[in-house]
Structures are given as C-alpha cells and as structure tokens.
Nanobody, 122 residues
Framework: VQLQASGGGLVQAGGSLRLSCRVS????????MGWFRQAPGKERRFVAA?????YYAESVKGRFTISRDNAKNTVYLQMNSLKPEDTAVYYC???????????????????WGQGTQVTVSS
C-alpha cells in the first residue's frame, strides 16, 4: 500500500488549503484514513480520521473537514480559517484493523504518506 499526499503550501492566516492523499495498492473502501501533523520540535499529533464517520482533534473542529472519494481512492483534508499554529508537516495514514478507541493514535496506522508542508503566515 502506498500513500501519496499533496496540496500543502504557504497561506496567510484565515486562508484555506485542501490536502489530498491518494492510496494505491490496497482495498481503499475498507481502510480507515487519518491525517496527522508534526510541527517543528513537536511530536506528531492526530488531526482527523474517517471511518464510518468523521473524527477530529479539538484544535481543528469546525475548521477542518475530512472526506473521502472511494472511486478515486483518495482522502481529502479541507482546512479553513487557518492559523499560524496549524503550521506543520501533514501526513496521511491508513489502517485496516483500527479499533475505534485507538483511531487518534499513530501506532494504530499501518501505512504512511511522505508528508506535505503547510505553512500559515501571520
């Protein structure tokens, strides 16, 4: 299974970006998809996930939306009202055997994309 993330870039505070993550080599529609991010000098943290519904970190609720297109084997992360503290490398992840209680834990995911940089200027 390979994950290819794209869509990062530089944006001003209050702006929007949409990240994409295309999955190849697996059975996408049964796979739990997640987004994590890692800011400079910090640990990688959960952002959002999609199983049969959406799950979000408190810090992004109401601003970010995760969605998936099974026909395109792609998961998206629409990020609105971006803040400088959203600056990080964003990673998509996939897992086939994730239980609900671990959906926000990076160790639950089996496959990872290469990361895409998001920089929000103030």
């Amino acid at each position: 299974v390979q994950l290819q993330a794209s869509g990062g870039g530089l944006v001003q505070a209050g702006g929007s970006l949409r990240l994409s993550c295309r999955v190849s080599g697996g059975t996408f529609h049964n796979t739990v998809m997640g987004w994590f991010r890692q800011a400079p000098g910090k640990e990688r943290r959960f952002v959002a996930a999609f199983r049969w519904r959406e799950y979000y970190a408190e810090s992004v609720k109401g601003r970010f939306t995760i969605s998936r297109d099974n026909a395109k084997n792609t998961v998206y992360l629409q990020m609105n009202s971006l803040k400088p503290e959203d600056t990080a490398v964003y990673y998509c992840a996939a897992g086939n055997r994730i239980i609900l209680s671990t959906i926000s834990e990076e160790t639950a995911y089996d496959y990872w994309g290469q990361g895409t940089q998001v920089t929000v200027s103030s």
